[in-house]
């Protein structure tokens, strides 16, 4: 299957191995990727200041992907979330459309409402399946247990995500995760939300949030704490020597994305996946798998 | 507890917040406290209260609402809507209250660099040679600015694109 890979504003700059490693891992599993170098940002930072201009910033890229008659996959959470929000408006409410389509005509665009927007994880879930993976793992990380952490605009709102994934018992991300024979570690904060959304305006508060789950994490013993958002990542991997330091706590929990420990379970090296940009080493992990 | 200034409140405040987008149903909370009991924020900072935010709202105390700097603290988790019996959707009404104290220039700077960045790159972060270098190495291509569309697609202030009736979107 073929769809636009929609990178958004952070994965392309600052987290380079979940990109690279999702690139990787869906060629290997027959899904084709295709860029569109007129991509911008999702417009979710701009919601708090004026809904409209979320909604005509998300449009903009609905349109061009409509042009290219392809379904979008995000890597990023609120970039998923924004855009099939939006395409959702767009879908449901024509007095919307017509007004978002007024404010895109001066830039030469139209939207319908005809695109499919997803994130990785639902593409692969739905394109390749748990079983799909399984029998694609050649490597399979026996002995290596992986907390998973969905992300809040992973599963909510819940209406956006019929179909796919519960919001109080989610289960896709570990279903994934156990198809590539690691053992899916469970904790008391699995549906906490990271913080990331805050950071900006109250670092002590979102650092409190973050803090939570690394410490129950921490204590699991897990190797790694799989991601699939990179708002996520700027919480429990950026932040984390910092919530160290301010609680106290003995921490060092390898934060790793999804499609990094897939890829290893594929057969690919650390080095091809991009593990040298992890902050905090996945030593323990990488050390069972490639030995 | 401070008191409140009966003269001081503004009764159309909740009908201005309900006519934003995502506004609408406000009116339907009856005070469960449900929103509060499933937020992540409010234990860490009471002042951050779903529950007293919409009461304060519904009682017109537009200027201890919109002036006050806990309205920014919502993460936008969505666990208040989601457990909302009555379908009030919080996280929207929260936006819906921010987009109002915009458009009265309560605004904390950094989403005002922000957005400037945004609208000047069409993107968060500037791109440059040295963002596509390192792109390079790992064998990735190019990220390319298109800024034009933004300036034409973004008007100079957050808060002056009103081509829509905010009561029907």
Not at chain 2, 64 to 79: E, H, P
Not at chain 2, 90 to 111: D, H, R
Request: some cysteine; glycine content about 6%.
């Amino acid at each position: 299957m073929e769809a636009l890979l929609y990178l958004g504003c952070t994965v392309p700059i600052r987290n380079l191995n979940y990109e690279v490693s999702a690139r990787l891992t869906a060629k290997a599993l027959g899904i084709t990727f295709r860029d569109l170098e007129e991509f911008g940002c999702c417009g979710f930072p701009l919601k708090s200041l004026n809904v409209e201009d979320t909604l005509v910033t998300a449009a903009r890229n609905l349109a061009l992907a409509e042009r290219e008659d392809l379904d979008i996959c995000a890597l990023c959470n609120a970039c998923a979330g924004t855009l099939n929000e939006v395409a959702h408006q767009v879908r449901t409410r024509p007095e919307i459309r017509e007004k978002i389509n007024q404010r895109l005509r001066p830039i030469g665009l139209h939207v319908e409402g005809k695109v499919k927007v997803r994130n990785f994880m639902r593409l692969l879930w739905e394109e390749i399946g748990v079983e799909g993976i399984r029998k694609a793992v050649t490597r399979p990380l026996e002995g290596v247990m992986l907390a998973p952490h969905y992300g809040c605009h992973y599963l909510k709102p819940s209406e956006l995500n019929v179909g796919f994934d519960s919001p109080e018992t989610p289960r896709t991300l570990s279903e994934m995760i156990s198809a590539t024979g690691a053992e899916v570690v469970n904790y008391p904060s699995l549906l906490d939300c990271c913080g990331g959304g805050l950071l900006g305006m109250s670092e002590e508060v979102a650092n409190a949030m973050a803090a939570h789950k690394l410490a129950d994490v921490s204590k699991t013993g897990a190797h790694a704490l799989v991601l699939v958002c990179p708002f996520c990542n700027v919480m429990y991997e950026g932040q984390q020597k910092k919530i160290a330091k301010a609680t106290g706590l003995d921490l060092k929990t390898p934060v790793v994305y999804y499609p990094q420990v897939l890829g290893l379970a594929l057969g690919m090296t650390s080095e091809q996946l991009g593990f040298k940009l992890n902050r905090i080493k996945p030593t323990s992990l990488l050390k069972m798998v490639e030995g | 507890m401070t008191k409140i200034n009966l003269n001081k409140l503004d009764p159309q405040f909740k009908n201005r917040v309900a006519e934003q987008p995502g506004g609408e149903g406000l009116k339907a909370c009856f005070s469960c406290k449900a929103c509060t009991a499933a937020c992540p924020i409010q234990p860490l900072d009471k002042r951050y209260d779903p529950r007293k935010i919409i009461r304060m709202v519904l009682l017109g105390m537009k200027e201890q609402v919109l002036r006050s700097d806990f309205i920014w603290l919502c993460s936008s988790c969505y666990s208040c809507q989601e457990v909302c019996p009555q379908n009030v959707r919080f996280t929207e009404v929260m936006y819906a209250i921010k987009n109002l104290a915009a458009q009265e220039a309560c605004i904390p700077p950094g989403l005002t660099a922000q957005r400037s960045l945004l609208r000047k790159h069409g993107r968060l972060y500037e791109v440059g040679e040295f963002e596509n270098e390192k792109r390079l190495k790992f064998g990735l291509p190019p990220i390319v600015e298109h800024p034009e569309d933004f300036e034409k697609l973004l008007p100079d202030q957050p808060s002056s694109a009103r081509l829509f009736n905010t009561a029907d979107v």
